[in-house]
Antibody, heavy 123, light 107 residues
Framework: QVQLQQSGAELVKPGSSVKISCKAS????????MHWIKQQPGNGLEWIGWIYPGNGNTKYNQKFNGKATLTADKSSSTAYMQLSSLTSEDSAVYFC????????????????WGQGTLVTVSS | DIQLTQSPSSMSASLGDRVSLTCQSSQGIGNYLSWYQHKPGKPPKPMIY???NLADGVPSRFSGSRSGSDYSLTISSLESEDTAIYYCLQYDEYPRTFGGGTKLELK
């Protein structure tokens, strides 16, 4: 079964960077996009971008250009997201998510989710 | 970017009620709309994909429909476990965008 295991909560200082991870299991890591989504209380959900681990291709929400950097390590089936120049606006829960396909080939966006990583930016 | 407007932003209903949540798209997205149920402390759970298709494991009291650029998620008979925030997502274009959510509570 598909599982996405994210790294633990982070408390980081303003102006610093943080790198969170999402370890995938139960499927061929290089065959599916990995997406990242931000959840802020009261602000709903925002799509940050995706990476295709098979070739490292990425696509970002323009809003997160320069803020988020997505990478993937095929050897450990782990996707990473680095957030830089952190401010209080970056305090949020971050999810990794993978899409899927039904048996009749419908695309199901964000069919599988990690448990979320809480990032708190505070001095 | 495509804007999705969900209404109402919050609502309360009684057990057994028929509940309908709506999501309006700012431009045409065909059937490329999905719905997610989000409970505190858990990741969102897919409920509906391609506007009208029930995701795996979702009870049959949930259904999705479309009328033009208006999309609905309907619960035919509300159960206590259905209290959550529900989000719609468009996946027709990048960036993917979510609606602002509807918080569903029990009366």
């Amino acid at each position: 079964q598909v599982q996405l295991q994210q790294s633990g909560a982070e408390l980081v200082k303003p102006g610093s960077s943080v790198k969170i991870s999402c370890k995938a299991s139960g499927y061929t890591f290089t065959s599916y996009d990995m997406h990242w989504i931000k959840q802020q209380p009261g602000n709903g959900l925002e799509w940050i971008g995706w990476i295709y681990p098979g070739n490292g291709n990425t696509k970002y929400n323009q809003k997160f250009n320069g803020k988020a950097t997505l990478t993937a390590d095929k050897s450990s089936s782990t996707a990473y997201m680095q957030l830089s120049s952190l401010t209080s606006e970056d305090s949020a829960v971050y999810f990794c998510a993978r899409s899927g396909y039904t048996t009749d080939y419908y695309y199901v966006p964000f069919a599988y989710w990690g448990q979320g990583t809480l990032v708190t930016v505070s001095s | 970017d495509i804007q999705l407007t969900q209404s109402p932003s919050s609502m309360s209903a009684s057990l057994g009620d028929r509940v309908s949540l709506t999501c309006q798209s700012s431009q045409g997205i065909g059937n490329y709309l999905s719905w997610y149920q989000h409970k505190p402390g858990k990741p969102p759970k897919p409920m509906i994909y391609y506007a009208t298709n029930l995701a795996d494991g979702v009870p049959s009291r949930f259904s999705g429909s479309r009328s033009g650029s208006d999309y609905s998620l309907t619960i035919s008979s509300l159960e206590s476990e259905d209290t959550a925030i529900y989000y719609c997502l468009q996946y027709d274009e990048y960036p993917r965008t979510f609606g602002g959510g509807t918080k569903l509570e029990l009366k």
